[in-house]
C-alpha cells in the first residue's frame, strides 16, 4: 500500500524567511509519480510539479525548488524568500505509473503554511 | 487555459436524501476522477473512470455512490442516501495521460456538500 508522510502540521514564518516543507512516501511500486499541490485558503487545489521515480534532478521554478532523494524515500518542497501569498496548505502526493491513468492519487495530510508580515 | 468546472459550489442537503454533483472535465482529457476531502483532513481518492467504466475505486467508494458520463462532456457522482460523514469538499479531476503529461491530475474547484 502507498502512504505519503508530512510531518509537519503547521509551520509560521516571517515574510521573506525560506521555508522547507517536508514529505516522505511508501511505496511497493519502482515507478511511480510524486506530486505538490498547494491549497489556497479559497479551497481549490493548485498544482505545483510532478516528478516520475526515474527523474531524481532537483528542480527549481522560480522561488520554489523540490529535492527529492529516492535513496530517503523523500520529496521535500522548499519556498525560498516567502511571501504573505505563500500561505496555503501544501499538500504531497503520489500515482503508480504501471496503472496508468486509472491510478488516483495518494495525498498526504498537509502542511499549514502560515507566513506573517 | 481550459478548467475543470463544478457544480453546484455548496450543496446542503437533508440526511437520506440523494445528492448529485456535476463536473465538466477538460475537453480531451480521457481520464476522470471523484475525490473528497473532510473539512481539515486529508484528499482522498473516491474513484477513476476510463471509457464509460470505472477503472478504480478506493473502499470509501461503496454501494451508496455511483458515478456516470451522461453525455460527452458531464462527469456525475451521485450518493444514493447521504449520511452526516458524507460532508465533505468533493473534487473531480481529470487527465489526458499521454507518453508526457503521466497522469497530471487538474482538480476542479470543489464542491462543498453539507448534510444536516
Known amino acids: 500500500a502507498q502512504k505519503v508522510t508530512q510531518a509537519q502540521t503547521e509551520i509560521s514564518v516571517v515574510e521573506k524567511e525560506d521555508v522547507t516543507l517536508d514529505c516522505v512516501y511508501e511505496?511497493?511500486?519502482?515507478?511511480?509519480?510524486l506530486f505538490w499541490y498547494k491549497q489556497p485558503p479559497s479551497g481549490e487545489l493548485v498544482f505545483l510539479i510532478r516528478?516520475?521515480?526515474?527523474?531524481?534532478q532537483n528542480e527549481i521554478s522560480g522561488r520554489y525548488s523540490w529535492n527529492f532523494q529516492k535513496s530517503t524515500s523523500s520529496f521535500n518542497f522548499t519556498i525560498t524568500a516567502s511571501q504573505v501569498v505563500d500561505s496555503a496548505v501544501y499538500f504531497c502526493?503520489?500515482?503508480?505509473?504501471?496503472?496508468?491513468?486509472?491510478?488516483?492519487?495518494?495525498f498526504g495530510k498537509g502542511t499549514h503554511l502560515i507566513i506573517q508580515p | 487555459e481550459p478548467e475543470v468546472t463544478q457544480t453546484p459550489s455548496h450543496q446542503v442537503t437533508q440526511m437520506g436524501q440523494e445528492v448529485i454533483l456535476r463536473c465538466v472535465p477538460i475537453?480531451?482529457?480521457?481520464?476522470f476522477y471523484w475525490y473528497r476531502q473532510i473539512l481539515g483532513q486529508k484528499v482522498e481518492f473516491l474513484v477513476s473512470?476510463?471509457?464509460?467504466?470505472?477503472?478504480?475505486k478506493s473502499e470509501i467508494f461503496d454501494d451508496q455512490f455511483s458515478v456516470e458520463r451522461p453525455d460527452g462532456s458531464n462527469f456525475t457522482l451521485k450518493i444514493r442516501s447521504t449520511k452526516l460523514e458524507d460532508s465533505a469538499m468533493y473534487f473531480c479531476?481529470?487527465?489526458?495521460?499521454?507518453?508526457?503529461?503521466?497522469?497530471?491530475?487538474?482538480f476542479g474547484p470543489g464542491t462543498r456538500l453539507t448534510v444536516l
Open positions: 511505496t511497493r511500486d519502482t515507478t511511480y509519480y
Open positions: 475537453s480531451n482529457h480521457l481520464y
Open positions: 479531476a481529470s487527465s489526458e495521460w499521454d507518453s508526457i503529461n503521466h497522469n497530471e491530475q487538474f
Open positions: 516528478r516520475n521515480s526515474f527523474d531524481e
Open positions: 502526493a503520489l500515482s503508480e505509473i504501471a496503472g496508468g491513468g486509472a491510478d488516483g492519487l495518494t
Open positions: 473512470f476510463y471509457n464509460n467504466e470505472i477503472s478504480e
